[in-house]
């Protein structure tokens, strides 16, 4: 046996969750068996050979029966681990009934078939962690809607929003990549040697629509062999939500920063430690989930970058897909499953979120006080002039603006104009608008 990146050294980063070991090599043997099995199965229902070889077939197709390092050792000779599978899976069928298994088909078949049989399985508990982030997002949401903290654009104060409105934000966002997810369209694949079914006769087609009923997967209209975009579409989609994954852990991380201090992952023992300096409490989940999508951009544009086959059958751009799909698979579902142990344990410190929206001294209040001195080229040069004071001579946005000629206010109605609270326009309802929309899906 070989071994998994499910296990190894590095595992503990980029194999969480549970779509590691449905891309592990025991994974891609099991769905190619399975899709043996099924292509058997299918073919003796439709009384193209004798249910005998269909029920002799099944039961040789146990993944316990067969090394996977020996089959391994004998895939590169033969350019791909299907050859000697079904090689494998002959000798364990009785000789007069040998000639029945992988009937019709090509290795691509069996390896593109195992492809979206991989494929379905990793997404069962991607998409399980995605939702636990999801409700984790909207609880927030919903229990942060008038929590005042500073937005920030381009990594600087801009205007007081709310934590509920960047948690509605997630939500939202986490909600279209599983949409993506959920809508894929997976099918089957059974061609034989160039798309015609030659083999079969006349009757070819007839095998496709049982073989997706057994598999529990689409139906194409025809052989897909050198038409990628399946794998193309499941790529996209899991970029998205990878993506999707690195923005929301981006936040997360900025705001755990010590001078920030806005929220904070799960404590735990031993969690986010230093080898160095005892006191340190490091974004482990956060890191880790962009330490694991990092990587998927180029594995994403690899997929991309093979679409362009030759005729019938591609001679290297699909065999490149096969490692980059589970590797896909792989580091989508480790974030996910970081991200949403980070999310359900995340502290989120609103104090000290409102003690940050006056580190700017109220500088992030100018664009209400130009608004409120009548929004002309006038009051906004006047603002522009009171924040200059303030920067310049360390004062407050009220002080600099009660010096300054065309910015007359009384105090209470600049006190009023100021408070970050009044400056929050449509946030509550946006934020009830995704909880609806979340609320109503569920």
């Not at 990549?177 to 894929?184: D, M």
């Not at 679409?307 to 698979?329: D, F, I, Y």
């Amino acid at each position: 046996m070989t071994s998994s990146r499910a296990d190894g050294l590095f595992s503990g980063t980029f194999s969480r969750g549970g779509a590691a070991a449905e891309v592990s090599d025991s994974g891609w043997l099991a769905a190619m068996l399975d899709a043996e099995a099924a292509l058997a199965a299918a073919q003796a229902e439709l009384g193209l050979i004798p249910a005998g070889a269909a029920e002799a077939v099944a039961k040789a197709c146990d993944p316990g029966l067969y090394d996977l390092a020996e089959l391994g050792h004998r895939a590169g000779p033969a350019g791909n681990p299907v050859i000697p599978l079904v090689a494998a899976l002959r000798e364990r069928v009785e000789p007069g009934l040998r000639r029945y298994v992988h009937h019709g088909a090509t290795s691509q078949d069996v390896n593109d078939t195992a492809a979206m049989l991989v494929a379905c399985r990793a997404l069962v508990p991607i998409l399980a962690d995605l939702a636990a982030s999801a409700e984790a997002c909207a609880r927030l949401a919903a229990e942060h809607r008038g929590t005042l903290m500073a937005g920030r654009t381009v990594l600087q104060h801009a205007v007081p929003i709310t934590f509920g409105l960047k948690a509605a934000g997630w939500l939202s966002a986490l909600d279209r990549a599983r949409e993506l997810l959920t809508g894929l369209d997976l099918p089957v694949q059974y061609g034989g040697a160039a798309g015609t079914l030659s083999v079969l006769g006349g009757r070819g087609h007839e095998v496709l629509p049982l073989l997706a009923a057994e598999l529990e997967l689409a139906e194409p209209l025809l052989p897909w062999h050198t038409d990628r975009t399946p794998v193309a579409e499941l790529a996209c989609a899991l970029g998205v939500a990878s993506g999707v994954l690195g923005k929301i852990a981006t936040d997360v991380k900025l705001l755990a920063q010590t001078e920030v201090g806005e929220a904070a992952e799960p404590q735990a023992p031993g969690r986010g430690g230093s080898s160095a300096m005892p006191h340190k409490r490091n974004p482990v989940g956060a890191m880790s989930v962009l330490a694991c999508v990092q990587r998927v951009p180029g594995l994403v544009a690899s997929v991309l970058g093979g679409m362009a086959q030759e005729h019938e059958r591609a001679a290297g751009p699909w065999q490149a897909e096969w490692e980059t799909l589970g590797e896909l698979l792989r580091l989508t579902g480790s974030a996910a499953a970081w991200l949403g142990e980070v999310l359900e344990g995340l502290t989120v410190d609103a104090a000290r979120m409102r003690a940050n929206l006056g580190t700017t001294r109220g500088l992030l209040m100018a664009e209400r006080a130009v608004a409120v001195l009548g929004g002309s080229p006038e009051a906004r040069a006047a603002v522009d002039a009171a924040c200059a004071r303030a920067v310049a001579d360390g004062l407050s946005l009220r002080e600099a603006l009660l010096a300054t000629p065309g910015a007359e206010l009384e105090p209470e109605e600049l006190d009023a104009a100021l408070d970050p609270a009044g400056h929050l326009g449509s946030a509550g309802v946006f934020v009830d608008r995704v909880l609806g929309r979340a609320g109503g899906e569920g």
